[in-house]
């Protein structure tokens, strides 16, 4: 029930922001989060942004993942040569 | 596998790995990934009490079906809570019956129903964990700036680190070391949860829903195992070291600590929410003169309390598929969508 998503800000309306997640728009709540700007990206749950997306984490996060990928796949072949 | 690396060395000197999986969306991302099946079995993810649908207790139920009963009561609601059955059926059949039970997004739109019906009074389960009751303080400061006098909650929050105190209290139950929650974290920040560190020595990582994330946060977990227990945040792209003090505010100017009652747990100290007295006039148990009947238990045989604590897992349960489905579910951990009976019925069969 705590699921929340990430969701960019297109506009600013006082402390209710128009986000967009998927195409469509919906209204959040900016009352937790009174610095986000538009672009931003805001963790959204129940209509609220409950935090600002901090980008240089998510990109450092997603250079990691591709990196366990990477690992993942390169162990696989190697599996591969020694079994094949 | 580097998890399962990490698992064969430190299994060398113990049998078996327990980390609990402190958060409901974790549970099902475990499952649906398939990540408990591609562990180590020695390493066991055990699911926790961070469903907040399924730790609502029967009682609680039973006084939100009672609510709805009245004529020109509206009871709004989260769509999670609406197949949850009390002693007395869901709300669902009670809606089915009649009663104006409404499924919500968001707090606020139940405050918006009741500023547009001004005849009808509108009562808000207020359900959730520290993540869900900044929005719902929000709301509520929002209706006294409006003057609306038909809006108010009736408060079922509970908090997770007294239940994990509990938890990590309880010697049957051996945990090893904490996934805690990313959305609860992303509100209360890393400080509630040093005591499990400080007091218990447990490994903790605050760790995100994708299931690389979840990944992470177990090598982060086993490699606390291996040096010496911390406390980590993996999910740091949402969750600040001192979380969003912003939401702390809201929720600590309107709400106060108090007791609360754990379906399965029963009662922790000072685990749940109410309304300030500031803010009382927002509190449908006053407003309506609820008294809170005494939890029963279960009379079906669900073992969703020990579930809950990962005493279990759901196959371990005799009700589980031949007689607790989906479809006919005799606990909460079934019916929820977060539930880890319902993870294990769709994923792990
Ligand atoms: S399988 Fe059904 S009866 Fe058994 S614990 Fe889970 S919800 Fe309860």
């Given amino acids: ?84 | 596998m580097l998890v399962n690396e990490r698992v064969k060395g430190l299994c060398q000197e113990r049998g078996e790995i327990r980390l609990m999986e402190v958060c409901g969306t974790h549970t099902m991302a475990i499952s649906a990934s398939g990540i408990r099946r591609a562990v180590d079995p020695r390493l066991k993810l055990l699911s926790g009490p961070g469903c907040p649908v399924c730790v609502t207790t029967d009682a609680e139920i039973d006084t939100a079906r009672r609510l709805a009963e009245r004529p020109g009561l509206v009871v709004v609601t989260f769509g999670d809570m609406i197949r949850v059955p009390g002693s007395h059926g869901s709300l669902a059949e009670a809606k089915a019956e009649g009663a104006d039970i409404r499924v919500v997004y968001s707090p606020q739109d139940g405050l918006k129903m009741a500023m547009a019906e001004p005849e009808k009074e509108f009562v808000f389960l207020g359900v959730g964990f520290e993540t869900t009751a900044p929005t719902v303080a929000a709301t509520v400061l929002a209706a006294a700036e409006r003057g609306v006098r038909n809006f108010s909650v009736l408060t079922m929050f509970k908090l997770i680190p007294p239940a994990l105190e509990f938890i990590a209290s309880a010697k049957k139950m051996k945990i090893d070391g904490f996934i805690l929650p990313g959305h609860v974290s992303t509100v209360i920040g890393a400080k509630p949860y040093e005591f499990l560190v400080q007091r218990f020595g447990l490994p903790c990582c605050i760790t995100g829903f994708e299931p690389a994330d979840i990944l992470e946060g177990i090598l982060l977990l086993l490699e606390q195992m291996e040096r010496g227990p911390g406390l980590a945040i993996q999910y740091r792209r949402s969750v600040r070291p001192e979380g969003n003090r912003v939401a702390q505010q809201l929720m600590s100017g309107i709400f106060e600590v108090a007791d609360a009652e754990w379906r399965g747990i029963g009662r922790i100290r000072n685990s749940g929410l109410r309304l300030k007295p500031d803010w009382q006039n927002f509190d449908a148990r006053l407003r309506f003169g609820l008294r809170s009947a005494r939890s029963s238990r279960p009379a079906s045989g669900c073992r969703c309390g020990e579930v809950l604590l990962g005493l279990i897992t759901p196959s371990e349960c005799p009700l589980f598929c031949r007689v607790c489905t989906p479809e006919a579910p005799m606990g909460p951990c079934m019916v929820s969508s977060e539930g880890a009976c319902a993870a294990y019925y769709r994923y792990e069969r």
Avoid: W
């Fill in chain 1, 1 to 84: 029930m705590c699921l929340a998503i990430p969701v960019r800000i297109v506009r600013i309306e006082g402390e209710t922001a128009i986000g967009e997640v998927n195409g469509v728009e919906r209204e959040v709540s900016l009352i937790m989060t009174p610095e986000a700007k538009v672009g931003d990206y805001v963790i959204v749950h129940a209509g609220f942004a409950i935090q600002i997306l901090d980008r240089q984490a998510a990109e450092e996060t997603r250079q990691l993942f591709d990196r366990m990928a990477q690992a993942v796949e390169e162990r696989r072949r190697q599996a591969g040569k020694r079994t094949g």
